[in-house]
């Protein structure tokens, strides 16, 4: 048989979203002498989609800029953070919903696979960025170091003491107003280390005392008595909406999936979450979301509903942070569709 047209059954692998034994499988055969132009670009497409699958962000970019013709090029560019402090491309930092649509289909791949601990770390990663999520319709964007100053002001990012943030959140506030106007490395320094707490920040401002009278929604966090002008704006029915889809996003952030991911092993003999462990904190979390609220605006019992696939992951997923962004939104087929370019490369 030719060395170029050795055979590859491929099709289990692509259809279990296996694209890291593929990639290895491909490179093993490649090097053996079995080439083909078909084998040499499945094999950067599977490269890709691992990458992808692995949620590694910062290389998105570089990826969607490798396969520009792809027809999921764009949407992988616009789920990344951007690499320069000034970018023209802001990626995720415009809006959060591409990169969450990501998330959501990772997640359900991650349970095709039967890998319950990438399960979770999926699950505690959606609940990053949550609340940002939720800012995302007021502010216009996803929390842009370059826009912040546009709507943010008067005790954020300061010394005032009146201000309840407290140190870190003072911190990463001021962070938020000049982390574009650096370097590079400053730039990515506050995208590692402050830019997930900018949503907690965010939170306590929506939850203030000229909004939400005590007792009418659960407690969740710190609150604001002592609102800025900034955080007023819009109408009280507005803020009333933003306020209960913040309080939706932290509910989650504290739930019990998400503490899974804090007793996920990291270089210990600790046990794996198994199916069942996951489904019941899913179970629970999900009784902890989906609760009744004192003044009934609990936003996942009141507004748009999520796109799920048949067979979601964490049932109600796609729900809740439908809810949580005031939009629908639903998981993606990014991953997918780099999966069909591989098997149309294959069959060349």
């Not at 962000?57 to 800029?65: F, L, T, V």
């Not at 964007?141 to 008067?154: N, S």
Request: hydrophobic share 40%.
């Amino acid at each position: 048989m030719p060395a170029d047209s050795a055979p590859l059954d491929s099709a289990p692998l692509l259809q279990g979203h296996w694209y890291d034994a593929l990639a290895a499988i491909l490179d093993t055969e490649l090097r053996a002498g079995h080439v083909s132009p078909g084998r040499e670009r499945a094999l950067r497409l599977a490269v890709a989609a691992k990458r992808v699958l692995d949620l590694d962000a910062e290389d998105y970019w570089p990826i969607s800029r490798e396969f520009p013709q792809r027809r999921w090029a764009e949407e992988l560019g616009a789920a990344c953070f951007p690499l320069e402090p000034r970018s023209a491309q802001r990626g995720a930092l415009t809006s959060l919903v591409p990169l969450y649509r990501l998330m959501l289909e990772v997640l359900d791949l991650r349970a095709l696979r039967h890998e319950p601990l990438q399960v979770v770390v999926t699950a505690h990663l959606i609940g990053e960025y949550l609340p940002q999520l939720a800012w995302e319709s007021t502010l216009g964007h996803a929390g842009d170091p370059l826009r912040m100053a546009e709507q943010v002001g008067e005790r954020w990012g300061g010394d005032d003491r009146s201000c309840p943030h407290n140190s870190a959140l003072r911190a990463t506030a001021k962070r938020s107003l000049n982390a574009a106007n650096g370097d590079t490395a400053g730039f990515t320094a506050y995208l590692d280390r402050f830019h997930s707490r900018l949503g907690s920040a965010l939170a306590m401002c929506a939850m203030n005392h000229e909004t939400i009278g005590a007792g009418e929604r659960p407690d969740v966090a710190g609150t604001c008595s002592n609102p800025c002008r900034w955080a007023l704006r819009g109408s009280l029915a507005q803020r009333r909406d933003l306020d209960a889809r913040v309080r939706l996003a932290l509910l989650y952030r504290d739930s019990p999936v998400v503490a899974l991911r804090h007793h996920a092993p990291v270089g210990h003999f600790f046990g794996v979450p198994s199916t069942s462990e996951i489904s019941e904190a899913w179970l629970r979390t999900w009784q902890r979301v989906a609760a009744p609220w004192p003044d009934g605006s609990n936003p996942l019992t009141t507004s748009v509903g999520g796109a799920p696939e048949p067979g979601e992951a964490l049932p109600g997923m796609s729900a809740l942070v439908s809810a949580v962004a005031g939009r629908t939104v639903g998981p993606g087929t990014l991953i997918r569709e780099i999966g069909a370019d591989i098997a149309q490369a294959l069959a060349e």
